[in-house]
């Protein structure tokens, strides 16, 4: 049985910093790439970053710098460091399994200005 489950959101000032995991199983882990994405209200679900099996990782413009994605296959765990946050960072959080398509059912992030 496949699953995604996104812990970590919450409520920070902008300019903190937050640290979202993903736990997956049920998948071969370590052979497959995964990223995150987020969905502000109103708004269509957006690419936020992805990690290769490899290792190799790409971010959306608004993110760069800022944020870090990263994967540990022993755990079997992604997470994705969020820095220097903004109001406009405010969204549910999804992480996506991206060769099946399959996403965990999300974590809110909210940042006050």
């Known amino acids: 049985q496949v699953q995604l489950v996104e812990s970590g959101g919450g409520l920070v000032q902008a300019g903190g910093s937050l640290r979202l995991s993903c736990a997956a199983s049920?998948?071969?882990?370590?052979?497959?790439?995964f990223g995150w994405y987020r969905q502000a209200p109103g708004k269509q679900r957006e690419l936020v970053a992805t990690?290769?099996?490899?290792?190799?990782?790409n971010y959306a413009d608004s993110v760069k710098g800022r944020f870090t994605i990263s994967r540990d296959n022993v755990e079997n765990t992604i997470t994705l460091q969020m820095n220097s946050l903004k109001p406009e960072d405010t969204a549910v959080y999804y992480c996506?399994?991206?060769?099946?398509?399959?996403w965990g059912q999300g974590t809110q992030v909210t940042v006050s200005s």
């Open positions: 996506k399994w991206i060769l099946m398509g399959y």
């Open positions: 049920g998948i071969a882990f370590s052979i497959n790439a």
């Open positions: 990690i290769s099996s490899g290792g190799v990782t």
